[in-house]
């Protein structure tokens, strides 16, 4: 494209061919007949130094036009610098001045901004070192994930946005509809519901909260498929682990129980996660120095261990055990808390942990009922830091144990007619996983806010830009 990305001008050898780099100004400081240029095109957490020899006449007039936050493109010989903090730097022949940031006007300058600040200025927080660095990261975890299912002959299936029914049962829906809102609300008003059959899919209709269900119809004719793309919840909850508008990853393999599962689902992450400690390096060593420290420690730990694998039944005993008086009281039949998932992963196991067969009334429908009929063939993979990291199970691929479990949750029999008809022709056993993209990003980065590993999160009363 006629030009050199800065990641590539910084890892290059001075002396040699002109060169022509572009990007944004980060600082800009003028010394005795010479200005320096510290530009940045996101290719790198480091910027590359374009020196300018403010005595040629043409040079100097550009230069003095530059401000921080301006767009320019520089052409030069990469020479050896004489500074601590680079190999070289560009000494420019020619300098553009592409687009203006008027210095009185420009958002981000030379200091510390909050994220709180940067949240309000979603559009230009790309250009801080923070936000280049995990966008970055953001990119190749998603690339890392396709390659590692590709490359397992798992098949990618892209799963509707647009949903009739509740893949999870609880309720929180984002509903889609055509309707007049005001004559809807005339309706439910006199008591006499909503008439959705004029509505443009002629029925209730929602945006997904997750693609498992259809990717089990895949699953039952292509053996592995996964799926990655957005997923939505109403739920109104202003945390820092919480968003409306998420991504998620979604394995589901046919002929696989519960076991198998928890293989697929250790072996991804300590693969993903050894990945990105290698490939990702630099931004990394970022993230350990000012956001998280100790977390490349802490990522290398996970990566190089063994997943500790305990029923639900023996975390509760463990818990019990503990003299921490927790939050949240522990007992059989709760589901688990955060605080509870962080102290066996930090204090009683050391290390990640597989938990399984939880009590079936904490759990959704689908999952598979075990012989003692009070629990079922789910797993929480739980992570030192952040306690849930991965949800799944093995599905419940006897029909009619499915119907009575849709009964039993109170659910629509017949919302899920496609979904039983999976168990009357040729039924597997099969399970798949849930992983949260964003809060996966949030883990490996260290980022302390979920908003902040997103580009532009989507949060109750929030749906800027």
Partial sequence: MGRTRVREALGSEPGGQSITVAGWVRTKRTGKNVVFLEVNDGSSLSNIQVVVDSENTNLGQTAELITTGASVRATGELVESMGKNQKVELHAAELELVGEAPGENYPLQKKRHSFEYLREIAHLRPRTNTFGAVARV??????AIHRYFQERDFLYVHTPLITASDAEGAGELFQVTTLDLERLAREQSSGAGPDYTGDFFGRSAYLTV?????????????????TFGPTFRAENSN???????????????AFC???????????FLKTIIAGVLTDCGEDMEFFDKRIEPGIIESLSAIADSTFTRISYSEAVEALQKSTVKFEFPVSWGVDLHSEHEKYLTEEVFHGPVIVTDYPKEIKAFYMRLNDDEKT?????????????????????????VLQRRIKEMGLPEEDYWWYLDLRR?????????????????QYCTGMANIRDVVPFPRTPGNAAF
């Fill in 138 to 143: 953001r990119n190749y975890i998603s690339f």
């Fill in 210 to 226: 997750s693609g498992q269900l259809n990717a089990e119809i895949y699953a039952s004719a292509l053996d592995r498929v996964y």
């Fill in 239 to 253: 945390t820092t682990r919480h968003l409306s508008e998420f991504w998620m990853i979604e394995p589901e393999i």
């Fill in 257 to 267: 129980d519960i076991h198998c599962n928890m293989d697929l689902a250790e072996d």
């Fill in 376 to 400: 079922v063939r789910g797993m929480d993979v739980l992570v030192p830091r952040l306690g849930e990291i991965i949800g799944g199970s093995q599905r419940e691929d006897r029909l009619d």
């Fill in 425 to 441: 022709f040729g039924s597997v056993p099969h399970s798949g996983f849930g992983l949260g993209l964003a809060r996966f990003i």
